[in-house]
């Protein structure tokens, strides 16, 4: 790509960036009728055209129904995939909107709902039209939380959600090469006032990008750090896999022991971050309360590290009659026996009575 972030994207460039999911059999285009969604649109049916054979588009756009305008922008939508002999579908959130937490719930509502229609239209993948400036947000958003290395890859060009895959041809382009493109194609788009409402954390984090900017700390550079940590992280995740190959105790058990057992005196000298994913692995897979939050696996680290330097301290080398058990995110972390084992824990128990 060149290197003019005001230069419209051409043909040529188009053809790189869907190149990936040309052999799809057909490929939801997620297009809410804002610039990036759009010009997502305009360039798929470009690239669409100019192949002998290729993916079905099927462009979706989500009403969630918050905004008074998002009826017509949907319908405008429609117009524009017609024009460009892209079949449209809209789909509407429905039911009771949440009080608090909108942006979320509207966000977990839309994948919900994008996912539901490529499962109809029989499509392997849903294309988002992120750019590199939403990936620099991103970043920030997660770095603010304290998330660890995988959060600050922040989002990657390619992700499972459900069956399906969430694609993102655009992350490494910057949206102004997008507005560039729709503006000398003449096409309009819609301009959702809620990207601008700083009583969402976003619009606030965008609003201080030109500060940022000032200090070399641009949408493109941040984009850049983010590539990086995700490469870093690539790089942990390979050693992580070699690490749980070579301490699991068990890897497959009946369904009512299903788990995972690790030596504990080798898992004791591995580097943290190390065994920070081989537990939070774990429990993801044999928990059923949701995802593990890192502080409390963290915590929960500190905790094994006790029980070790214990032992250590009353019978010498390596962890052999360590005694723990730890419920988190619906697992048990048991430890015992000179072994780490994490499995479903029990139901918990409703109401107060014995």
Partial sequence: MRDDDTSPISASEAKVLFA??????????????????VAMMWLASRWRRALPRGPRLVAVTV????????????????????????????????GTKPARGIPAAAREARYRLLAQAA??????????????DDQAETLLMRLLRG??????AAMARESGREDVVLARPLLGVAKS??????????????DDPTNHDTAFTRPRLRALMPMLAAEGGDARSLARLAARLARAN??????????ERYLALRRDATPHQAGREFDAAAFAVLPDEIRLRLLMRAIN????????ELGKVEALLVQLDGCFAQTLAKNGPGPKQI?????????????????????GAPPRRRGGGK
Wanted: charged share 25%; glycine share 12%; hydrophobic share 45%.
């Fill in 63 to 94: 009403d969630h129904g918050l905004r008074a305008a998002s009826a017509r922008e949907a319908r405008e939508v429609k117009r524009l995939a017609r024009a460009l002999e892209i079949e449209h579908r809209t789909v509407r959130w429905t």
């Fill in 147 to 152: 998330s660890g290395i995988a959060g600050l």
């Fill in 177 to 190: 090469r997008l507005i560039a493109t729709l503006v000398k194609a003449g096409i309009a788009y819609a």
């Fill in 20 to 37: 990936d999911w040309r052999g799809a059999p057909a490929l939801v285009l997620a297009v809410s009728g804002g610039p990036d969604s």
């Fill in 285 to 292: 897979r044999f928990g059923h309360e949701g995802p593990a």
């Fill in 323 to 343: 005694r723990l058990k730890v419920t988190l995110a619906g697992a048990l972390v048991s430890v015992g026996q000179g072994r780490i084992r994490i499995a």
């Fill in 234 to 243: 690539e790089a942990v995740e390979i050693l992580t896999d070699g690490a």
């Fill in 119 to 132: 499962r109809s239209l029989g499509a392997t993948h849903i294309l988002t039209a992120h750019t590199s």
